[in-house]
């Protein structure tokens, strides 16, 4: 009963949260914010979008505390199992590219703030030059189970802001694999 109680106090949390902080949980919220950055027009409003989805997308965590003094902090991860993804905690892949050399990240809970403020900062109007979104068919072929919840492309305009992205260590051996193959 007790771990009934205290998991839907925790799920009772989560949806609070998300209805304050506008967070987005499914793959239905993830398609209409996808809708509405398709909308937009204008590249500064685009990445304002990117920006405050990257900062929301790190607030999603479960923490538990049991009555023995263990702690259990469980961050929501895209799993590889569609159907897990399809409930909650639909989160984007997204590439950096600059001519031929792209890093793949997608933002997985542990990060920490400061990881995140200097992604945001990196990501400005003066440091990007293009941003494609990619919603159809074309995104798993390239990336797979990674892609389903869409793919954000940011083409960065200066070599050292590529290399300043490169220097957060955001990269995962998996997609470094996939960018790099030619």
């Not at 702690?71 to 892949?93: A, E, H, M, N, Q």
């Not at 920490?112 to 941003?131: A, F, H, Y």
Request: hydrophobic share 35%.
């Amino acid at each position: 009963m007790k771990h009934f109680l205290l998991t839907f106090l925790i799920l009772k949390s989560i949806c609070s949260l998300a209805q304050s902080e506008k967070l987005i949980l499914t793959e239905n919220e993830n398609k209409l914010w996808f809708e509405s950055i398709n909308k937009t027009e204008l590249l500064t409003e685009k990445i304002d979008l990117i920006n405050n989805r990257l900062t929301n997308d790190v607030n999603v965590y479960i923490k538990w505390s049991f009555s023995d003094g263990i702690t259990v902090s469980r961050f929501p991860k895209l799993d590889s199992i569609r159907k897990i993804r399809t409930k909650g905690f639909c989160k984007p892949l997204y590439l950096l590219k600059y001519k031929d050399n792209v890093i793949a990240f997608r933002i997985e809970n542990p990060i920490d703030s400061e990881l995140t403020d200097s992604i945001t900062e990196l990501i400005s109007k003066n440091n990007i030059r293009n941003v494609e979104i990619w919603t159809d068919d074309n995104r798993q072929a390239l990336y797979g189970t990674s892609a389903d919840c869409g793919v954000i492309m940011l083409e960065i305009k200066k070599r050292k802001v590529f290399k300043a992205f490169k220097k957060l260590n955001l990269t995962n051996s998996k997609y470094d694999e996939i960018s790099n193959y030619k």
